[in-house]
């Protein structure tokens, strides 16, 4: 079944404590990127990879890294998270780049920072 | 720069009654248009997309949407709707003229809300 797969579902953590998030998909897709959902502002790109160790940042880039040493992983990294990282996260995969494809979006991280 | 709008942030419709969930856009070039519907807990599921040829695209579930390039609307449509359709509905847009990026923006959100 083509997926994409986040773990984990529900995190609670203290602030500073370093924490990963990992996201793979088994679609062999190009493209894979990191939003977060909060209430009344939709969906914002946090980092975005449209490749093999190209990555760049999106619009809420503060405070994250990700990396993309293989093509199916895309980890998201807190170094020291904060209370305002507290949010609903999606990672999502597309075939391609160009923006033709539609997305598919892994089942959600829901983090709360304390 | 592009954008979306969606300027409801819910829809209360009867079962069975047709339904319309709005979308606007702002974009330099020419857009890609996608619907996704998220259910509760759940990650978000693609509806439909525009990206070039008919106006009128026909998605999943019996959804469809209209592209009007003169109103700068992708409003999603559904003839008759079911309580099973009670979800939070996201419009995106991407600007073709943007090169490789594939960066979607997404709209704020609907809350779509079918009753008995």
């Known amino acids: 079944e083509a997926q994409v797969t986040q773990n984990p579902r529900y995190l609670i953590t203290v602030t500073g404590k370093k924490l990963t998030v990992t996201c793979s998909q088994n679609?062999?897709?190009?493209?894979m990127s990191w939003y977060r959902q909060d209430p009344g502002l939709g969906l914002r790109q946090i980092y975005y990879?449209?490749?093999?160790?190209?990555?760049d940042k999106g619009d809420v880039p503060e405070g994250y890294k990700v990396s993309r040493k293989e093509k199916r992983n895309f980890p998201l990294i807190l170094e020291s998270p904060s209370p305002n990282q507290t949010s609903l996260y999606f990672c999502?995969?597309?075939?391609?780049?160009?923006?033709?494809?539609?997305?598919?979006f892994g089942q959600g991280t829901r983090l709360t920072v304390v | 720069a592009q954008s979306v709008a969606q300027p409801e942030d819910q829809v209360n419709v009867a079962e069975g009654n047709p339904l319309t969930v709005k979308c606007t856009y702002s974009?330099?070039?020419?857009?890609?248009l996608f619907w996704y519907v998220q259910y509760p807990n759940r990650g978000l599921q693609f509806l439909l997309k525009?990206?070039?040829?008919?106006?009128l695209v026909k998605g999943s579930y019996g959804f469809e949407a209209e592209f009007n390039k003169s109103q700068t609307s992708f409003h999603l449509k559904k003839p008759s709707a079911l309580v099973s359709d009670s979800a939070l509905y996201f419009c995106?847009?991407?600007?073709?003229?943007?090169?490789?990026?594939?960066?979607?923006?997404f709209g704020t959100g609907t809350q779509l809300k079918v009753e008995l």
């Open positions: 999502a995969s597309s075939l391609n780049r160009w923006g033709n494809t539609e997305a598919f």
């Open positions: 679609m062999n897709h190009e493209y």
């Open positions: 525009y990206i070039t040829g008919d106006n």
């Open positions: 990879s449209m490749n093999v160790e190209v990555t």
């Open positions: 974009v330099s070039g020419n857009p890609y």
């Open positions: 995106a847009v991407r600007d073709s003229f943007t090169g490789g990026g594939n960066k979607l923006t």
